[in-house]
């Protein structure tokens, strides 16, 4: 059980957001937010992701003066930790700390730094395990849409486990806040609707490709190039693709990257990490089925560099269909490496 009072998380976590959307709006103004700064080992820092890091270290040092805590983000380095971790306060150990945070300001940079398209800030609270922390110990998530230059609103989804989730539209103008109701597709097919596989980046986009086409054929029929009834969006961001699970758009995403670098004998490449799912429990707690690559509950551990391989489905009846034919797929294409 988190040892602080889930609202407490909840409104500290939101107001941190609030300030990431703030900042960056800011950072566009005389400053060319798509320049890289450095790399880590989990991803490319762009210019745009370092606006928010003295954010982010002043949110935990402010916190950590009441709730001991260890942060676990990308980009973050302590001496004498991991790459990704460092304890607030300064001075305390892994062992003192009542929390784990997981954070990542900014979901989605590639399309915001672009002005292109909103990206999200997540962060996802749980009880101190030390090592043995895993995302499925998450037991609060807050996540904020962070707009583009010319978007007039913004949602907030927040869970607390067990306790379903919430959402509200926010009048970037006014400051106004109107509920917003969330509920994942209950459409049995995937026919007339939108559905993806992840393919953001070259290495994997064959293999990726070649599952959708495998999936729609075996599901719809024979791919009708006049009609297009299955429909894709490449949303570069795990954040936003929970998301548009969450309120309906969506009825089948998968993030498959780490599979495919394993099928293809690769070593892992750029894919999705843990931080990047530190809101699953939100999509959980609105109704989203989330599994990993095998149909196990979706889980990873605490860190930033592990890969991760996850799977959505906006109801069961379709996640009845689809998944035997991923699982039957992925067995197929890496019977050669076995």
């Given at each position: 059980?988190?040892?602080?009072?889930?609202?407490?998380?909840?409104?500290?976590?939101?107001?941190?957001?609030?300030?990431?959307?703030?900042?960056?709006?800011?950072?566009?103004?005389?400053?060319?937010?798509?320049?890289?700064?450095?790399?880590?080992?989990?991803?490319?820092?762009?210019?745009?992701?370092?606006?928010?890091?003295p954010?982010?270290?002043?949110?935990c040092?402010?916190?950590?003066?009441?709730?001991?805590?260890?942060?676990?983000?990308?980009g973050?380095?302590?001496?004498?930790?991991?790459?990704?971790?460092?304890?607030?306060?300064?001075?305390?150990?892994?062992?003192?700390?009542?929390?784990?945070?997981?954070?990542?300001?900014?979901?989605?940079?590639?399309?915001?730094?672009?002005?292109?398209?909103?990206?999200?800030?997540?962060?996802?609270?749980?009880?101190?395990?030390?090592?043995?922390?895993?995302?499925?110990?998450i037991?609060?998530?807050?996540?904020t849409?962070?707009?583009?230059?010319?978007?007039?609103?913004?949602?907030v989804?927040?869970?607390?486990?067990?306790?379903?989730?919430?959402?509200e539209?926010?009048d970037?103008?006014?400051?106004?806040?109107?509920?917003?109701?969330?509920?994942?597709?209950?459409?049995?097919?995937?026919?007339?609707g939108?559905?993806?596989?992840?393919?953001?980046?070259p290495?994997?986009?064959?293999?990726?490709?070649?599952?959708?086409?495998?999936?729609?054929?075996?599901?719809?029929?024979?791919?009708?190039?006049?009609?297009?009834?299955?429909?894709?969006?490449?949303?570069?961001?795990?954040?936003?693709?929970?998301?548009?699970?969450?309120?309906?758009?969506?009825?089948?995403?998968?993030?498959?990257?780490?599979?495919?670098?394993?099928?293809?004998?690769?070593?892992?490449?750029?894919?999705?990490?843990?931080y990047?799912?530190?809101?699953?429990?939100?999509?959980?707690?609105?109704?989203?089925?989330?599994?990993?690559d095998?149909?196990?509950?979706?889980?990873?551990?605490?860190?930033v560099?592990?890969?991760i391989s996850?799977?959505?489905?906006?109801?069961?009846?379709?996640?009845?269909?689809?998944?035997p034919?991923?699982?039957?797929?992925?067995?197929?294409?890496?019977?050669?490496?076995?």
């Open positions: 059980m988190l040892p602080i009072p889930p609202p407490e998380a909840i409104d500290r976590l939101r107001e941190f957001q609030r300030a990431v959307g703030q900042a960056l709006h800011r950072s566009w103004q005389g400053t060319n937010p798509n320049a890289v700064s450095r790399s880590s080992a989990a991803d490319t820092i762009y210019q745009i992701d370092t606006v928010v890091e954010l982010l270290e002043e949110f040092r402010d916190w950590g003066k009441t709730t001991p805590l260890v942060l676990v983000a990308e973050i380095a302590a001496e004498g930790q991991p790459e990704g971790l460092k304890v607030f306060p300064e001075g305390a150990s892994q062992e003192e700390a009542l929390i784990r945070l997981m954070i990542d300001p900014i979901d989605g940079t590639r399309g915001i730094m672009y002005d292109k398209r909103a990206a999200w800030s997540l962060a996802g609270v749980a009880p101190n395990k030390r090592n043995a922390t895993r995302l499925s110990d037991e609060v998530a807050v996540m849409e962070l707009a583009t230059s010319k978007m007039g609103f913004t949602d989804l927040w869970a607390t486990r067990g306790g379903g989730a919430q959402a539209r926010i970037l103008a006014s400051g106004g806040r109107e509920p917003l109701t969330i509920a994942p597709s209950a459409a049995a097919t995937l026919d007339h939108f559905a993806s596989i992840s393919n953001f980046f290495g994997t986009k064959v293999l990726a490709s070649e599952l959708m086409e495998y999936l729609v054929g075996h599901l719809i029929g024979p791919a009708d190039v006049g009609r297009a009834t299955v429909f894709d969006d490449q949303y570069i961001s795990t954040g936003g693709q929970f998301y548009e699970l969450i309120v309906g758009h969506d009825r089948f995403n998968a993030d498959l990257r780490p599979t495919f670098y394993r099928i293809q004998g690769q070593p892992q490449g750029l894919c999705c990490h843990p990047d799912c530190a809101t699953m429990l939100i999509a959980q707690e609105a109704g989203v089925i989330l599994t990993d095998r149909g196990r509950p979706l889980d990873g551990p605490f860190d560099t592990s890969g996850w799977i959505g489905y906006a109801n069961a009846r379709l996640r009845s269909q689809i998944e034919l991923m699982l039957r797929f992925i067995d197929e294409r890496a019977q050669p490496i076995r």
